[in-house]
């Protein structure tokens, strides 16, 4: 069964959960929901191919789907690689040397990953789309 509406249904939602995220001041969840938003992204294209997916890293999701003859371009696995950092980061205090990850993040980070996951999310829809 295909599920690829489902994963876009929820890539939209962490897209809003990170905006709100970052409106309430909370900048490493907005961080964390920008990369969950692209990495959902990713596994509804890999699921139009009838791939089903495993992993978080958004990069090598994209990179799969090159594998399958989807033209990803560079542009767009470097802001993947960008959203790859806030997957672990953004929640393990044992991440860091000191401190809890809420001390380490702040506005211009969260703006920064909202502003790539939005990209990645409206160009994997369109190779969705095309595919």
Same mark, same amino acid.
């Given at each position: 069964?295909?599920?690829?509406?489902?994963?876009?249904?929820?890539?939209?939602?962490?897209?809003?959960?990170?905006?709100?995220?970052?409106?309430?001041?909370?900048?490493?969840?907005?961080?964390?929901?920008?990369?969950?938003?692209?990495?959902?992204?990713?596994?509804?294209?890999?699921?139009?191919?009838?791939?089903?997916?495993?992993?978080?890293?958004?990069?090598?999701? *994209?990179?799969? &789907?090159? !594998? @399958?003859?989807?033209?990803?371009? +560079?542009?767009? /696995?470097?802001?993947?690689?960008?959203?790859?950092?806030?997957?672990?980061?953004?929640?393990?205090?044992?991440?860091?040397?000191?401190?809890?990850?809420?001390?380490?993040?702040?506005?211009?980070?969260?703006?920064?990953? *909202?502003?790539? &996951?939005? !990209? @990645?999310?409206?160009?994997?829809? +369109?190779?969705? /789309?095309?595919?």
């Amino acid at each position: 069964m295909r599920r690829v509406a489902d994963w876009l249904r929820q890539a939209d939602a962490a897209l809003s959960q990170a905006r709100d995220s970052k409106e309430d001041g909370h900048y490493w969840a907005s961080c964390f929901f920008a990369h969950q938003a692209a990495e959902y992204a990713a596994k509804a294209l890999l699921e139009s191919l009838g791939v089903e997916a495993r992993g978080h890293s958004v990069s090598s999701l *994209l990179d799969k &789907a090159r !594998e @399958l003859g989807i033209e990803i371009l +560079e542009e767009m /696995r470097r802001k993947a690689l960008s959203l790859d950092r806030h997957y672990i980061q953004s929640r393990y205090v044992n991440t860091f040397y000191s401190g809890a990850p809420v001390d380490y993040y702040s506005l211009e980070d969260a703006e920064k990953a *909202l502003r790539e &996951a939005e !990209e @990645l999310v409206r160009y994997l829809k +369109e190779k969705i /789309r095309g595919a």
